[in-house]
Protein backbone atom coordinates (compact mmCIF):
# COMPACT_ATOMS: atom_id res chain seq x y z
CA UNK A 1 0.00 0.00 0.00
CA UNK A 2 0.95 3.78 -0.22
CA UNK A 3 2.88 5.75 2.72
CA UNK A 4 1.67 6.50 5.25
CA UNK A 5 1.08 9.78 6.57
CA UNK A 6 1.39 10.00 10.31
CA UNK A 7 0.91 12.26 13.68
CA UNK A 8 2.62 11.68 16.52
CA UNK A 9 0.86 12.31 20.08
CA UNK A 10 3.10 12.12 22.90
CA UNK A 11 1.18 13.35 26.26
CA UNK A 12 2.01 13.99 29.91
CA UNK A 13 -0.46 15.07 32.47
CA UNK A 14 0.85 16.82 35.07
CA UNK A 15 -0.23 14.09 37.53
CA UNK A 16 2.15 11.53 35.93
CA UNK A 17 4.90 14.42 36.33
CA UNK A 18 4.15 14.45 40.36
CA UNK A 19 4.73 10.56 40.13
CA UNK A 20 6.33 9.29 37.76
CA UNK A 21 8.50 12.30 35.97
CA UNK A 22 7.68 10.65 32.42
CA UNK A 23 9.81 12.76 29.50
CA UNK A 24 8.14 13.77 26.45
CA UNK A 25 11.00 13.34 24.99
CA UNK A 26 11.80 9.76 25.39
CA UNK A 27 7.95 9.21 23.46
CA UNK A 28 9.15 11.50 21.29
CA UNK A 29 12.06 9.78 20.42
CA UNK A 30 10.10 6.43 20.10
CA UNK A 31 7.46 7.37 18.05
CA UNK A 32 9.94 9.17 15.65
CA UNK A 33 12.05 5.66 15.49
CA UNK A 34 8.70 3.84 14.89
CA UNK A 35 7.73 5.89 12.21
CA UNK A 36 10.82 5.61 10.71
CA UNK A 37 11.18 2.01 10.76
CA UNK A 38 7.99 1.12 9.65
CA UNK A 39 8.44 3.64 6.44
CA UNK A 40 5.49 6.20 7.46
CA UNK A 41 6.02 9.94 7.04
CA UNK A 42 5.40 12.40 9.45
CA UNK A 43 2.94 15.13 9.32
CA UNK A 44 3.18 16.60 12.38
CA UNK A 45 4.22 16.26 16.28
CA UNK A 46 0.89 17.13 18.73
CA UNK A 47 2.64 17.38 21.88
CA UNK A 48 -0.23 17.71 24.67
CA UNK A 49 1.40 18.73 27.87
CA UNK A 50 0.52 19.12 31.48
CA UNK A 51 -3.08 17.94 30.91
CA UNK A 52 -4.63 15.24 32.17
CA UNK A 53 -6.19 12.61 30.07
CA UNK A 54 -9.27 12.62 32.51
CA UNK A 55 -9.93 16.06 31.14
CA UNK A 56 -12.30 16.54 28.17
CA UNK A 57 -10.50 15.55 25.12
CA UNK A 58 -12.48 18.31 23.09
CA UNK A 59 -11.22 21.22 25.35
CA UNK A 60 -7.52 20.99 25.03
CA UNK A 61 -5.82 22.91 22.56
CA UNK A 62 -3.46 20.15 20.97
CA UNK A 63 -6.03 17.84 20.59
CA UNK A 64 -8.54 20.28 18.81
CA UNK A 65 -5.32 21.14 16.50
CA UNK A 66 -4.92 17.46 16.00
CA UNK A 67 -8.53 16.51 14.84
CA UNK A 68 -8.69 20.14 12.85
CA UNK A 69 -5.87 18.38 10.56
CA UNK A 70 -7.76 15.11 10.44
CA UNK A 71 -10.62 16.94 8.71
CA UNK A 72 -8.60 18.13 6.35
CA UNK A 73 -7.33 15.27 5.17
CA UNK A 74 -3.94 15.45 6.29
CA UNK A 75 -3.23 12.53 8.31
CA UNK A 76 -3.95 8.69 7.92
CA UNK A 77 -3.03 7.46 11.46
CA UNK A 78 -1.82 8.72 14.97
CA UNK A 79 0.47 6.82 16.76
CA UNK A 80 1.46 7.08 20.59
CA UNK A 81 3.55 4.71 22.29
CA UNK A 82 0.33 3.44 25.17
CA UNK A 83 -3.06 3.51 24.98
CA UNK A 84 -3.27 5.21 28.18
CA UNK A 85 -1.42 8.39 26.30
CA UNK A 86 -4.24 8.71 24.11
CA UNK A 87 -7.13 8.55 26.47
CA UNK A 88 -8.21 6.68 29.82
CA UNK A 89 -12.03 7.44 29.22
CA UNK A 90 -14.66 5.70 27.84
CA UNK A 91 -17.17 7.52 26.53
CA UNK A 92 -14.68 10.82 25.29
CA UNK A 93 -12.54 7.87 23.49
CA UNK A 94 -15.82 7.36 21.25
CA UNK A 95 -16.52 10.72 20.73
CA UNK A 96 -12.88 11.41 18.81
CA UNK A 97 -12.58 7.72 17.42
CA UNK A 98 -16.52 8.93 15.52
CA UNK A 99 -14.59 11.48 14.06
CA UNK A 100 -11.24 10.22 13.51
CA UNK A 101 -13.80 7.16 11.47
CA UNK A 102 -15.91 9.56 9.48
CA UNK A 103 -12.17 10.49 8.10
CA UNK A 104 -11.00 7.35 7.40
CA UNK A 105 -8.15 7.90 10.36
CA UNK A 106 -6.49 4.89 12.49
CA UNK A 107 -4.37 4.88 15.84
CA UNK A 108 -2.02 2.68 16.63
CA UNK A 109 -0.23 2.13 19.93
CA UNK A 110 3.56 1.50 19.27
CA UNK A 111 4.51 -0.18 22.60
CA UNK A 112 1.32 -2.04 22.86
CA UNK A 113 -0.32 -4.61 20.61
CA UNK A 114 -3.79 -2.26 20.38
CA UNK A 115 -4.42 -0.73 16.80
CA UNK A 116 -8.17 0.52 15.38
CA UNK A 117 -6.00 -0.94 11.92
CA UNK A 118 -7.31 -4.14 12.74
CA UNK A 119 -10.62 -6.04 14.18
CA UNK A 120 -8.46 -7.68 16.67
CA UNK A 121 -7.17 -4.44 17.74
CA UNK A 122 -10.67 -2.75 17.54
CA UNK A 123 -11.65 -5.77 19.52
CA UNK A 124 -9.14 -5.17 22.66
CA UNK A 125 -9.82 -1.37 22.85
CA UNK A 126 -12.89 -1.14 24.95
CA UNK A 127 -11.89 -3.63 27.52
CA UNK A 128 -8.36 -1.85 28.05
CA UNK A 129 -10.02 1.83 28.11
CA UNK A 130 -11.93 0.68 31.09
CA UNK A 131 -8.99 -0.64 32.70
CA UNK A 132 -7.17 2.32 32.04
CA UNK A 133 -10.36 4.36 33.47
CA UNK A 134 -10.30 2.82 36.87
CA UNK A 135 -6.06 3.16 36.90
CA UNK A 136 -6.49 6.80 35.88
CA UNK A 137 -9.08 6.72 39.13
CA UNK A 138 -6.53 5.41 41.28
CA UNK A 139 -3.89 7.77 40.29
CA UNK A 140 -5.82 10.54 41.18
CA UNK A 141 -5.90 9.05 44.58
CA UNK A 142 -2.34 8.69 45.04
CA UNK A 143 -1.94 12.25 43.30
CA UNK A 144 -4.13 13.62 46.61
CA UNK A 145 -2.24 12.01 49.02
CA UNK A 146 1.05 13.23 47.35
CA UNK A 147 -0.05 16.68 47.10
CA UNK A 148 -1.69 16.70 50.48
CA UNK A 149 1.66 15.43 52.21
CA UNK A 150 3.08 18.52 50.75
CA UNK A 151 1.55 21.00 51.63
CA UNK A 152 1.94 19.45 55.36
CA UNK A 153 5.44 20.23 54.51
CA UNK A 154 4.72 23.90 53.03
CA UNK A 155 6.09 22.15 49.74
CA UNK A 156 4.46 23.49 46.41
CA UNK A 157 1.84 21.80 45.60
CA UNK A 158 -0.38 23.55 43.37
CA UNK A 159 -1.62 21.64 39.86
CA UNK A 160 -1.38 24.65 37.70
CA UNK A 161 1.91 26.28 36.51
CA UNK A 162 1.09 29.63 37.52
CA UNK A 163 1.06 30.89 41.19
CA UNK A 164 -1.58 33.24 42.74
CA UNK A 165 -1.25 36.63 41.34
CA UNK A 166 1.53 37.99 44.39
CA UNK A 167 3.10 34.87 44.46
CA UNK A 168 6.44 33.61 43.03
CA UNK A 169 7.62 29.99 42.97
CA UNK A 170 11.40 29.95 44.73
CA UNK A 171 13.71 26.89 46.22
CA UNK A 172 14.34 27.82 49.46
CA UNK A 173 16.82 24.62 50.60
CA UNK A 174 16.16 22.95 47.74
CA UNK A 175 12.21 22.99 48.15
CA UNK A 176 9.85 25.06 45.88
CA UNK A 177 8.43 27.37 47.94
CA UNK A 178 5.79 29.80 47.59
CA UNK A 179 7.22 33.49 48.34
CA UNK A 180 6.20 36.90 47.69
CA UNK A 181 7.16 38.15 44.06
CA UNK A 182 8.45 41.61 44.12
CA UNK A 183 6.75 42.84 40.78
CA UNK A 184 3.33 42.14 41.89
CA UNK A 185 3.49 42.30 45.54
CA UNK A 186 3.00 46.41 45.88
CA UNK A 187 -0.21 46.36 43.77
CA UNK A 188 -1.68 43.33 46.09
CA UNK A 189 -0.80 45.82 49.28
CA UNK A 190 -2.57 48.29 47.65
CA UNK A 191 -5.84 46.62 47.10
CA UNK A 192 -5.51 44.87 50.07
CA UNK A 193 -4.61 48.75 51.71
CA UNK A 194 -7.28 50.15 49.86
CA UNK A 195 -10.12 47.20 51.56
CA UNK A 196 -9.44 48.35 54.69
CA UNK A 197 -9.60 52.28 53.78
CA UNK A 198 -12.98 52.70 51.74
CA UNK A 199 -14.41 49.04 52.59
CA UNK A 200 -15.17 48.38 48.77
CA UNK A 201 -13.76 45.19 46.58
CA UNK A 202 -14.82 47.03 43.47
CA UNK A 203 -13.31 50.78 44.91
CA UNK A 204 -9.98 48.84 45.29
CA UNK A 205 -10.14 46.74 42.08
CA UNK A 206 -10.46 50.22 39.80
CA UNK A 207 -7.52 52.08 42.32
CA UNK A 208 -5.56 49.14 41.09
CA UNK A 209 -5.94 48.72 37.55
CA UNK A 210 -6.10 52.21 36.89
CA UNK A 211 -2.72 52.85 39.00
CA UNK A 212 -0.87 49.79 37.44
CA UNK A 213 -2.56 49.73 33.67
CA UNK A 214 -4.44 46.35 35.00
CA UNK A 215 -7.24 45.18 32.85
CA UNK A 216 -8.24 42.45 36.01
CA UNK A 217 -12.07 42.37 36.05
CA UNK A 218 -14.16 42.49 38.79
CA UNK A 219 -14.37 39.11 39.70
CA UNK A 220 -10.74 38.03 39.12
CA UNK A 221 -10.52 40.62 41.97
CA UNK A 222 -12.81 39.42 44.29
CA UNK A 223 -11.50 36.07 44.28
CA UNK A 224 -8.79 37.51 45.01
CA UNK A 225 -9.99 38.68 48.23
CA UNK A 226 -11.85 35.92 48.94
CA UNK A 227 -9.19 33.62 48.62
CA UNK A 228 -7.88 32.36 52.24
CA UNK A 229 -4.19 31.65 50.69
CA UNK A 230 -3.41 35.62 51.52
CA UNK A 231 -3.43 35.02 54.74
CA UNK A 232 -0.54 32.92 54.96
CA UNK A 233 -2.87 29.77 55.46
CA UNK A 234 -3.48 27.11 52.89
CA UNK A 235 -6.01 24.50 52.91
CA UNK A 236 -5.44 24.34 56.60
CA UNK A 237 -2.02 24.77 56.73
CA UNK A 238 -0.84 27.83 58.44
CA UNK A 239 2.63 29.80 57.59
CA UNK A 240 2.30 28.29 54.13
CA UNK A 241 3.65 31.28 52.68
CA UNK A 242 3.86 34.75 54.15
CA UNK A 243 0.88 36.69 54.19
CA UNK A 244 -0.87 39.59 52.79
CA UNK A 245 -3.89 39.94 55.42
CA UNK A 246 -4.31 38.67 59.00
CA UNK A 247 -7.18 35.93 59.50
CA UNK A 248 -9.47 38.60 61.45
CA UNK A 249 -9.04 41.13 58.08
CA UNK A 250 -9.78 38.22 56.15
CA UNK A 251 -12.99 36.58 58.27
CA UNK A 252 -14.26 40.16 58.05
CA UNK A 253 -14.37 40.51 54.23
CA UNK A 254 -15.76 37.59 53.85
CA UNK A 255 -18.94 38.43 56.48
CA UNK A 256 -19.31 41.76 55.64
CA UNK A 257 -22.17 42.27 52.70
CA UNK A 258 -20.44 46.03 51.79
CA UNK A 259 -17.24 44.42 50.58
CA UNK A 260 -18.12 41.79 48.45
CA UNK A 261 -21.65 40.44 47.83
CA UNK A 262 -21.37 37.03 46.43
CA UNK A 263 -24.23 36.11 43.68
CA UNK A 264 -27.03 34.25 45.13
CA UNK A 265 -28.00 30.91 43.66
CA UNK A 266 -30.18 31.89 41.34
CA UNK A 267 -31.07 29.92 38.24
CA UNK A 268 -31.95 32.63 35.41
CA UNK A 269 -33.44 31.88 31.69
CA UNK A 270 -31.41 33.89 29.10
CA UNK A 271 -33.87 33.71 26.29
CA UNK A 272 -31.01 34.98 23.41
CA UNK A 273 -27.73 33.22 24.63
CA UNK A 274 -25.25 32.15 22.23
CA UNK A 275 -27.49 33.95 19.37
CA UNK A 276 -25.67 37.36 19.35
CA UNK A 277 -22.42 38.35 18.30
CA UNK A 278 -20.37 41.48 18.68
CA UNK A 279 -20.37 43.75 15.68
CA UNK A 280 -16.55 44.41 16.54
CA UNK A 281 -14.51 41.25 17.27
CA UNK A 282 -17.52 38.63 15.99
CA UNK A 283 -16.98 36.39 19.24
CA UNK A 284 -20.59 35.74 21.01
CA UNK A 285 -22.31 38.12 23.30
CA UNK A 286 -21.78 36.73 26.94
CA UNK A 287 -25.65 36.50 29.21
CA UNK A 288 -25.24 38.91 31.84
CA UNK A 289 -28.05 40.39 34.12
CA UNK A 290 -28.37 44.15 35.95
CA UNK A 291 -30.29 45.68 39.13
CA UNK A 292 -32.07 48.91 38.35
CA UNK A 293 -30.25 51.65 40.93
CA UNK A 294 -33.35 52.68 42.41
CA UNK A 295 -34.70 49.36 43.41
CA UNK A 296 -31.96 46.69 43.53
CA UNK A 297 -34.33 43.78 44.01
CA UNK A 298 -35.31 44.02 40.06
CA UNK A 299 -33.58 42.59 37.65
CA UNK A 300 -32.86 42.83 33.56
CA UNK A 301 -31.03 40.60 31.37
CA UNK A 302 -28.67 41.90 28.30
CA UNK A 303 -25.87 40.61 26.78
CA UNK A 304 -22.31 42.23 26.33
CA UNK A 305 -18.73 41.58 24.80
CA UNK A 306 -16.10 39.97 27.46
CA UNK A 307 -13.48 41.22 25.59
CA UNK A 308 -15.04 44.75 25.61
CA UNK A 309 -14.96 44.71 29.13
CA UNK A 310 -11.39 44.04 29.96
CA UNK A 311 -10.34 46.10 26.88
CA UNK A 312 -9.43 44.00 23.85
CA UNK A 313 -12.58 44.88 22.29
CA UNK A 314 -13.52 48.64 21.48
CA UNK A 315 -17.46 47.23 21.90
CA UNK A 316 -18.87 48.53 25.13
CA UNK A 317 -22.70 48.27 24.85
CA UNK A 318 -24.68 46.20 26.58
CA UNK A 319 -27.78 44.62 24.41
CA UNK A 320 -31.36 44.64 25.97
CA UNK A 321 -33.14 41.08 26.31
CA UNK A 322 -36.72 43.27 26.42
CA UNK A 323 -35.64 45.29 22.87
CA UNK A 324 -34.63 42.09 21.32
CA UNK A 325 -37.80 40.25 22.51
CA UNK A 326 -39.35 42.78 21.13
CA UNK A 327 -37.94 43.10 17.76
CA UNK A 328 -38.75 39.84 17.10
CA UNK A 329 -42.08 39.81 18.23
CA UNK A 330 -43.24 42.95 15.79
CA UNK A 331 -40.69 41.71 12.56
CA UNK A 332 -40.05 37.74 12.68
CA UNK A 333 -43.16 36.72 10.80
CA UNK A 334 -42.53 39.03 8.00
CA UNK A 335 -38.70 38.45 7.68
CA UNK A 336 -39.31 34.55 8.05
CA UNK A 337 -42.09 35.26 4.99
CA UNK A 338 -39.66 36.91 3.32
CA UNK A 339 -36.93 33.87 3.72
CA UNK A 340 -39.00 31.32 2.61
CA UNK A 341 -39.81 32.97 -0.68
CA UNK A 342 -36.43 33.71 -0.98
CA UNK A 343 -35.37 30.03 -0.40
CA UNK A 344 -38.22 28.23 -2.45
CA UNK A 345 -37.44 30.86 -5.42
CA UNK A 346 -33.56 29.50 -5.21
CA UNK A 347 -34.42 26.06 -4.95
CA UNK A 348 -36.52 26.13 -8.19
CA UNK A 349 -34.06 28.29 -10.59
CA UNK A 350 -31.05 25.89 -9.03
CA UNK A 351 -30.15 23.27 -11.90
CA UNK A 352 -29.62 19.86 -10.28
CA UNK A 353 -26.37 18.25 -11.15
CA UNK A 354 -25.57 14.87 -10.83
CA UNK A 355 -23.35 14.85 -8.15
CA UNK A 356 -24.54 11.30 -7.10
CA UNK A 357 -22.41 10.01 -10.17
CA UNK A 358 -19.23 11.67 -10.00
CA UNK A 359 -19.12 10.44 -6.22
CA UNK A 360 -19.86 6.70 -7.60
CA UNK A 361 -17.17 7.16 -10.68
CA UNK A 362 -14.55 8.04 -8.66
CA UNK A 363 -14.94 5.22 -6.40
CA UNK A 364 -14.56 2.69 -9.16
CA UNK A 365 -11.55 4.69 -10.08
CA UNK A 366 -9.99 4.31 -6.64
CA UNK A 367 -11.27 0.23 -6.98
CA UNK A 368 -9.21 0.15 -9.93
CA UNK A 369 -6.43 1.65 -8.96
CA UNK A 370 -6.05 -0.50 -5.62
CA UNK A 371 -6.62 -3.66 -7.98
CA UNK A 372 -3.63 -2.51 -10.46
CA UNK A 373 -1.60 -2.11 -7.08
CA UNK A 374 -2.44 -5.38 -5.69
CA UNK A 375 -1.51 -6.56 -9.11
CA UNK A 376 2.13 -5.15 -9.31
CA UNK A 377 1.63 -3.33 -12.00
CA UNK A 378 2.45 0.46 -10.58
CA UNK A 379 4.96 1.70 -7.98
CA UNK A 380 4.29 2.75 -4.80
CA UNK A 381 5.11 6.36 -5.06
CA UNK A 382 2.51 6.04 -8.54
CA UNK A 383 -0.10 4.41 -6.23
CA UNK A 384 0.21 7.32 -3.71
CA UNK A 385 -0.17 9.80 -6.05
CA UNK A 386 -2.87 8.66 -7.44
CA UNK A 387 -4.65 7.68 -4.45
CA UNK A 388 -3.96 11.25 -3.10
CA UNK A 389 -5.64 12.97 -6.18
CA UNK A 390 -8.26 10.70 -6.38
CA UNK A 391 -9.43 11.30 -2.57
CA UNK A 392 -9.17 15.13 -2.93
CA UNK A 393 -11.88 14.68 -6.18
CA UNK A 394 -13.88 12.90 -3.96
CA UNK A 395 -14.00 14.93 -1.19
CA UNK A 396 -14.71 17.99 -3.48
CA UNK A 397 -17.64 16.17 -5.35
CA UNK A 398 -18.97 14.84 -1.92
CA UNK A 399 -19.10 18.76 -0.71
CA UNK A 400 -20.52 19.60 -4.03
CA UNK A 401 -22.89 16.62 -3.28
CA UNK A 402 -23.87 18.14 0.50
CA UNK A 403 -23.82 21.97 -0.94
CA UNK A 404 -26.63 20.77 -3.30
CA UNK A 405 -28.90 19.28 -0.72
CA UNK A 406 -31.90 21.74 -0.26
CA UNK A 407 -32.39 23.17 3.19
CA UNK A 408 -35.48 21.68 5.63
CA UNK A 409 -37.95 24.29 6.10
CA UNK A 410 -40.63 22.57 7.34
CA UNK A 411 -39.78 23.55 11.02
CA UNK A 412 -39.83 27.53 9.67
CA UNK A 413 -42.49 26.88 7.66
CA UNK A 414 -44.85 25.37 10.55
CA UNK A 415 -43.87 28.12 12.88
CA UNK A 416 -45.06 30.29 10.20
CA UNK A 417 -48.61 29.12 10.24
CA UNK A 418 -48.80 28.55 13.57
CA UNK A 419 -50.60 31.30 15.66
CA UNK A 420 -47.77 31.47 18.16
CA UNK A 421 -48.26 35.59 18.70
CA UNK A 422 -51.22 35.10 20.62
CA UNK A 423 -49.74 32.19 22.42
CA UNK A 424 -46.59 33.83 23.60
CA UNK A 425 -47.13 35.45 26.62
CA UNK A 426 -48.63 32.01 28.66
CA UNK A 427 -45.22 30.36 27.60
CA UNK A 428 -42.40 29.84 30.34
CA UNK A 429 -39.09 31.84 29.55
CA UNK A 430 -37.54 28.42 29.22
CA UNK A 431 -40.29 27.36 26.76
CA UNK A 432 -39.78 30.69 25.19
CA UNK A 433 -36.24 30.33 24.72
CA UNK A 434 -36.78 27.09 22.93
CA UNK A 435 -38.96 28.21 20.60
CA UNK A 436 -36.58 31.23 19.52
CA UNK A 437 -33.51 28.58 19.33
CA UNK A 438 -35.81 26.09 17.25
CA UNK A 439 -35.98 28.86 14.47
CA UNK A 440 -32.79 31.00 14.79
CA UNK A 441 -29.75 30.57 14.47
CA UNK A 442 -28.22 34.60 14.75
CA UNK A 443 -29.76 37.78 15.82
CA UNK A 444 -27.82 40.61 14.08
CA UNK A 445 -27.37 43.83 15.80
CA UNK A 446 -26.53 47.68 14.80
CA UNK A 447 -24.69 48.90 17.86
CA UNK A 448 -26.98 47.76 21.02
CA UNK A 449 -30.18 47.07 18.80
CA UNK A 450 -31.36 44.55 16.47
CA UNK A 451 -31.52 44.76 12.71
CA UNK A 452 -31.72 41.18 11.57
CA UNK A 453 -32.32 37.19 11.60
CA UNK A 454 -30.20 34.45 10.42
CA UNK A 455 -32.79 31.78 10.59
CA UNK A 456 -31.89 27.88 10.89
CA UNK A 457 -32.29 25.97 7.81
Partial sequence: MGIIRVALYPRVSTEEQALHGYSMEAQEDELVQFAKANNMKIVGI????????????????????????????????????????????VREYHKIQEILEAHNVTWQATMEDYSTATADGRFKVNI?????????????????????????????????KIP???????????????????????????????????????????????????????????????????????KGVEDYCPAYI????????????????????????????????????GKTLKATFKTYPRDRSVEYNGYRCNNGQVGICTYKGTVSEKKVEKYLLQNVAGELEAFLSGAELAGRQKKKKLVELDVAKLNEQLRRVNVVFVAGNISDEEYAEQVAEIKRKLEKAKQAEKNERSPDLKILKQFLKSDFASIYATLSKEDKRRMWRSIIEEIYIDGIHPCGIKFRA
Avoid at 57 to 74: F, N
Avoid at 139 to 146: A, L
Avoid at 200 to 222: H, P
Fill in 128 to 160: MLSVAENEADRTSERVRFIFESKRRKKQLAFGG
Fill in 164 to 234: PFGYKVEAIDGIKRLVKDPETEPIVTDFFDHIRKYNSVRLASLFCNEKYGLTRNYRTWAGTAHRELYTGTY
Fill in 246 to 281: THEEWDHLQNDHVLIRKTQSVERVYLFAGMLRCPDC
Fill in 46 to 89: YRDEGYSARKPALKRKVMQELLEDVKAGKIDRIIFIKLDRWFRN
